[in-house]
């Protein structure tokens, strides 16, 4: 069984930054993509970006530029480093991995959710 858990949310001013983290844990065998998806009261649960096992990232255009996503392989860790926050950006975050518990057979897993809110 494997678990994502993501911390590090909350309620910032605009234009402060803000950090989140969400560790892997369980039956893990190899970890290939992770990334950070959001959504807002509502809307539809949209890309913030992705980073590979190698360490290539992808962004979405809203975000390119302000945010970064890291990750800790030995930790098993995935990081979103959010700047120059606007209040559009509040939403619940949610951490995603591509796992496999065992070798060549690897699922999607989501974890529960960090809300983020912008506001003054």
């Known amino acids: 069984q494997v678990q994502l858990v993501e911390s590090g949310g909350g309620l910032v001013q605009p234009g402060r930054s803000l950090r989140l983290s969400c560790a892997a844990s369980?039956?893990?065998?190899?970890?290939?993509?992770m990334g950070w998806y959001r959504q807002a009261p509502g809307k539809q649960r949209d890309l913030v970006g992705t980073?590979?096992?190698?360490?290539?990232?992808v962004y979405a255009d809203s975000v390119k530029g302000r945010f970064t996503i890291s990750r800790d392989n030995a930790k098993n860790t995935v990081y979103l480093q959010m700047n120059s926050l606007k209040p559009e950006d509040t939403a619940v975050y949610y951490c995603?991995?591509?796992?496999?518990?065992?070798?060549?057979?690897?699922?999607?897993?989501w974890g529960q959710g960090t809300q983020v809110t912008v506001s003054s």
């Open positions: 980073i590979t096992s190698g360490g290539t990232t």
């Open positions: 995603n991995a591509e796992i496999a518990s065992t070798p060549g057979i690897a699922y999607n897993y």
């Open positions: 369980g039956s893990i065998f190899s970890i290939y993509s």
